[in-house]
């Protein structure tokens, strides 16, 4: 049972691009969670979906940020228009329950 | 709201000395408590977890934490560590209703002195 996947592991962008991150939850998991973890921090809750719905929002700005888990493919966090202060670490874990299993996480650097 | 301290950021420790990583919380509901450990550059493995039953709890790699409820109190232990326990190690509680999501405390790096 391969674990939660995520791509790419590592990504740039200039200031003002689009950055999309994806999140292959493991098999059987319906639920999906994101998380940010700037410079010598603990991680951040972002986002919490289940498939084709978002279920809580609460931790992810209301600009720039959107997130998606569709009937079919990997989560997605799309960040547009990226400023310097989105380089950080972006974790997804996935859960059958109450135990949240992460990925290897997208390390997003903006120059 | 839920809130994690972890009141020492970096712990050293001499390789095959025991060690105790602090974790206080703070929660108006009833909460599950976790211990993650990140190592250099990758993601979070789960050490172990309390969900209800006996307060001590056993996890991977020579670890276990004890759950004190009066002293909202989750502490890892471990009694003999080895080199390859140098990391980051994160404590988390998720409220047991509605979204399970995670509120993470700072982090303990703990990094073993050969």
């Known amino acids: 049972n391969a674990g939660v996947m995520q791509n790419p592991r590592h990504l740039v962008r200039r200031r003002g691009q689009e950055a999309r991150l994806r999140c292959s939850p493991m098999?059987?998991?319906?639920?999906v969670y994101w998380y940010r973890q700037l410079p010598e921090e603990g991680l951040k809750f972002m986002v919490y979906?289940?498939?084709?719905?978002?279920?809580?929002e609460s931790g992810m700005p209301k600009e720039r940020f959107s997130a998606e888990f569709p009937k079919e493919g990997p989560s997605i966090l799309r960040i547009q228009q990226v400023v310097r202060g989105d380089s950080a670490a972006y974790f997804c874990?996935?859960?059958?329950?109450?135990?949240?299993?992460f990925g290897p996480g997208t390390r997003l650097t903006v120059l | 709201a839920q809130s994690v301290t972890q009141l020492d950021s970096q712990v050293p420790v001499f390789e095959e000395a025991p060690v105790e990583l602090r974790c206080n919380y703070s929660s108006s509901v009833s909460v599950y408590l976790f211990w993650y450990v990140q190592y250099p550059n990758q993601g979070l493995q789960l050490l172990l977890k309390?969900?209800?039953?006996?307060?001590l709890v056993k996890g991977i790699n020579g670890f276990e934490a004890e759950f004190n409820k009066s002293q909202t109190s989750f502490h890892l232990r471990k009694p003999s560590v080895h080199i390859s326990d140098t990391a980051e190690y994160f404590c988390?509680?998720?409220?047991?209703?509605?979204?399970?999501?995670?509120?993470f405390g700072t982090g303990t790096r703990l990094t073993v002195i050969p």
């Open positions: 988390a509680v998720s409220p047991q209703t509605g979204a399970n999501n995670l509120f």
């Open positions: 979906l289940q498939k084709e719905n978002i279920i809580d």
């Open positions: 874990a996935s859960s059958p329950d109450q135990t949240q299993f």
């Open positions: 309390y969900l209800s039953g006996s307060t």
């Open positions: 098999k059987g998991h319906s639920h």
